[in-house]
């Protein structure tokens, strides 16, 4: 029954694709700016997400909205489990954001280029030191326009239950544009396995914690702070998926 729903769930979306990503693409041709199309590409997540809860049992609950401030834009540092948070924070957060993700995205066939479209970030995760420069210069201009970044700091998808080498570019990025950080903590792993399909009914619980000022601090400190408070917190939500002999680590 769950692969049969499973199947389901993925047919509606790339039915979706059709309904919200070709109308993006069309608008996009016709000169429509990135945050204007970023309105439609909201209404197609929540569609999603709609479908998430309806048929495979999966919602989310929220921690600590208060702590993402409105005014002015923000950088957020994100734990990484499962494609499920590329998706619900454009559906929870009235900003406009812009989302670091692997650049190979952008090829696939209409999703990809929707994407890329609306205004996310794409980069060679492989080219090492080039990789960095791409989320500064990007990040910087993205800032500048307006738009809140979403940075996932280990870089990929880290297995439920583990803890990966937290990287400093989005640190840098907050430190080089003056701009506040804000670590989030969410536990989608338990609901959505690390390869992209859906494996159990669950709520996936996002926690954002408060800001964090990076200026006048090493990049090292405050790297480990946004580690420290985003693993403590993962535990403090799912106990059970950590083991109590490995506490979140001290050292990046």
Known sequence: MRILLNLVFFAWLICTV????????VLGLLGIQAD???VIARAWVIQILKACHLLLGISYQVHGLQNVQTTTPSILLSKHQSPYETLVYIAILPQALSIVLKKEIFKLPVFGWA???IGMIGINRTMGLQAFRQILKLGKVHLTQGRWVLIFPEGTRIPRGHIGHYKESGVRLAQATHTSIVPVAITSGKCWAKNGYPNRPGIIDISFGPPIDPQNLPTKQVNEQVKIWIETEMQRLEPSAYLPESPPSTRG
């Open 18 to 25: 059709v309904i919200y990503g070709l109308p993006i693409l």
């Open 36 to 38: 204007q199309l970023y």
């Open 115 to 117: 994407l890329k479209r």
